[in-house]
């Protein structure tokens, strides 16, 4: 499955410099599977947004965008590895990556790749969940623990929306890195440039979808109330685009629901701004 319906001269890698990685997996999903189906349908659905994007007044398809197989793997150290070595690869061919979830453990290696690649780079962290257990049902590679993971490679991470944490991560995240999300609603527009300040010149975006509001996100794996809006994150990410240099990022955690595909097109059209943001 491609994203999009691209003509065949903007979705060939040689010529591409967006590559998209597909990871089915959710092997550790503490309450509802399906994240595994999410990369299917969101790249189903990037098939009906519009090429143009409006805000830009871009087409950023042109600059060429090629969808990877699907990486699968059994296990979540099998999976962290794989995910690592394509993402170097591809990152090393210098191409942009965006990698699609599954769920938020399929982050680990293309973060890792990235840190690798780019001396100075921050990681914007947009989720629900503070992700900074340091284990979590006997796995370190548990999608809980992502952040932490990351942690241990860099402590140039930017958290916001996140409004569920259990104590010890309470404890164990830099609060002047924390951007809660009743601050956030508290604060006006003032938090975008609060975030911004924190993050050095290069960024890469991790994008847990229960980050967003239930209403417009009902197909999470794990929802919680109280999340941020649509021009919320979108405003952000647009500014953070101008002042500061997108290398990559992922998208986790859709789990996709038949009977409602509007939170499918959400993904895919947040995708496509990001890039248009990205590359304007």
């Known amino acids: 499955m491609s994203y999009f319906n691209?003509?065949?001269?903007?979705?060939?890698?040689?010529?591409?410099?967006?590559?998209?990685?597909?990871?089915?997996?959710?092997?550790?999903?503490?309450w509802q599977k399906?994240?595994?189906?999410?990369?299917r349908a969101i790249l189903e659905a990037s098939h009906h947004v519009e090429l143009y994007d409006i805000e830009t007044e871009t087409e950023v398809y042109k600059q060429g965008i090629f969808s990877a197989k699907p990486l699968?793997?059994?296990?979540?150290?099998?999976?962290?590895?794989?995910?690592?070595?394509?993402?170097?690869?591809?990152?090393?061919?210098?191409?942009?990556?965006?990698?699609?979830?599954?769920?938020?453990?399929?982050?680990?290696?293309?973060?890792?790749?990235h840190l690798e690649k780019y001396n100075n780079l921050s990681i914007l962290h947009f989720d629900a969940h503070a992700d900074f257990r340091d284990i979590y049902n006997d796995n370190k590679?548990?999608?809980?623990?992502?952040?932490?993971?990351?942690?241990?490679?860099?402590?140039?991470?930017?958290s916001v929306?996140?409004?569920?944490?259990?104590?010890?991560e309470v404890r164990a995240i830099d609060p002047d890195r924390l951007f809660l999300a009743d601050k956030v609603f508290a604060s006006g527009d003032k938090w975008m440039d609060e975030v911004i300040a924190k993050l050095t010149d290069q960024v890469y975006?991790?994008?847990?979808?229960?980050?967003?509001?239930i209403g417009l996100m009902p197909s999470a794996g794990t929802p919680?109330?109280?999340?941020?809006?649509?021009?919320?994150?979108?405003?952000?990410?647009?500014?953070?685009?101008?002042q500061r240099k997108i290398v990559g990022?992922?998208?986790?955690e859709l789990m996709p629901n038949r009977y409602n595909k509007a939170p499918d097109f959400l993904c895919a059209k947040l995708m496509y701004k990001i890039l248009s943001f990205a590359f304007r």
């Open 34 to 39: 399906g994240t595994a189906f999410a990369p």
């Open 249 to 252: 990022f992922d998208l986790v």
């Open 161 to 168: 929306g996140i409004r569920s944490m259990e104590l010890a």
């Open 72 to 113: 699968k793997a059994s296990t979540s150290a099998k999976m962290v590895e794989g995910s690592y070595n394509q993402a170097k690869k591809i990152i090393d061919d210098n191409k942009f990556l965006v990698t699609l979830g599954g769920e938020h453990s399929v982050s680990i290696g293309p973060i890792k790749a």
């Open 141 to 158: 590679y548990n999608h809980a623990c992502v952040m932490a993971r990351t942690r241990e490679l860099t402590e140039n991470i930017v």
């Open 205 to 213: 975006i991790s994008f847990d979808v229960d980050v967003l509001e």
């Open 6 to 30: 691209l003509p065949k001269e903007y979705a060939q890698y040689a010529t591409s410099k967006i590559v998209i990685l597909p990871i089915p997996f959710d092997k550790t999903a503490t």
């Open 224 to 242: 919680e109330p109280g999340g941020l809006n649509w021009y919320q994150i979108i405003n952000c990410i647009k500014k953070v685009a101008k």
